[in-house]
């Protein structure tokens, strides 16, 4: 492999709680809910009525009108975001030679990829008007085409890759991109996740599971309350998180600002069951453990845990035990936080989404919040930063990510 450091160098977000990276880290410093009764449709009869819905976005800025009925909503909410990335990262690749394009590549991570897209195409076929459908129904449909759609919208010729491992893709393919990096197939990869699940059939699909939250439709900024006694589930949200990862020596011959270090990647496997974790809470902590020591760090090198927090019984109680298993004695010292609080559950895109508010806490020396934790559970018992961001000056992070099939990812981020 290559040497040298990995870093990040832009950033964009297109989240429930603020448009544009400097929004989304102002909100999630605050404390900022983005959760609001559901307006894509009528939810009046699902019992969960609340979601992360991002109001407000013009998806035709992102995709001609030509082309938007052709694609996913996560197609230009993918494209916004990598377009704030790139701008941040200060780079312009219509301007590049074809053989700088050809080096620069995208790994993006999505749990439920166009699903609302082919959730619309199959109302349109089984009602008699498939004529108002898309010609393009099944590679549209087909989750791998998403990353094709950031390649041709920036002319981008290295790999084009999605990663879609549940819940933990956008880890992923932060992880694929960091290794891609090292082994220099690649000078610039676009990478991060982007999601936009919130449909009729993925809430029903989800409510028959009893796991999202029922009881706060009147309520829907307090519905999602990680680490809570009284948590009853997680609210659905969609988002898009996008960076540009690049080398350092690469970052700072071109003067680019850099927020972090990607310093370490583990993943494990339970293989233990499709939704249910193992109690013992083992693979999650043993993915932590990886990627610290991929990094070179020691547990109490570590000032900042960014949890992956649904608000389920089940994840917060066993992300807890896994936190004091990869931790040891430093789990008591280590804040930590939630952002899926603030945001809700982005599915695939999460991952990127507390990666964006870990960059935040690194730039701006605030660690942020986890709201809604009035009553803490008493398996719960760790230091979760409730209400307000804590200002605190970190040199090493890591974001935790868990996923249905019994998937566990976690970066390790680090100051440069």
Known sequence: ?????????????????????????????????GIS?????????????VAGEIVDFDPTRWVDAKNIKHVSRVVPLAIAATDEALRDAQL?????????????????GSGGGAIEFSERMYELWYSGNAKQASVYSVPSGTIGTISS???????LHGFSHLISTGCTSSTDALGYAYHNLRLGTADYIVCGGADAAITEGVMTGFAIMRIVSTSHNDDPE????????????????????????????????????????VAGYGSTCDAYHRVRLDESGEEPARAMTLAMEDAGVQPSDVGYLNYHGTSTDLNDRVETRAVKLAFGAHARNLPGSATKSMIGHPQGACGSAGVAA???????????????????????????????????????????????????????????
């Open 1 to 33: 492999m290559r040497p040298g450091r990995i870093v990040i160098t832009g950033v964009g977000a297109v989240s429930p709680n603020g448009m544009g990276r400097e929004n989304y880290f102002a909100a999630t410093a605050a404390g900022r809910s």
């Open 37 to 49: 009764r559901i307006t894509s449709f009528d939810p009046a009869r699902l019992p969960a009525r």
């Open 92 to 108: 312009d690749p219509r301007a590049a030679d074809l053989e700088t394009r050809r080096r620069m590549a995208v790994m993006l």
């Open 149 to 155: 759609e950031i390649s041709m919208a920036y002319d």
């Open 222 to 261: 307090g519905a999602s309350r990680p680490f809570s006694a009284d948590r009853d589930g997680f609210v659905l949200s969609e988002g898009a998180w996008m960076f540009v990862m690049e080398r350092e020596e690469t970052a700072r011959a071109r003067g680019a600002h850099i927020y972090a270090e």
């Open 358 to 416: 870990t960059l935040m806490a690194f730039r701006d020396g605030i660690l942020p919040p986890t709201i809604n934790l009035e009553r803490p559970d008493p398996d719960c018992d760790l230091d979760y930063i409730t209400d307000l961001g804590r200002k605190a000056h970190i040199d090493v992070a890591v974001c935790n990510t868990i996923a249905f099939g019994s998937k566990n990812s976690a970066l390790v981020l680090r100051r440069v």
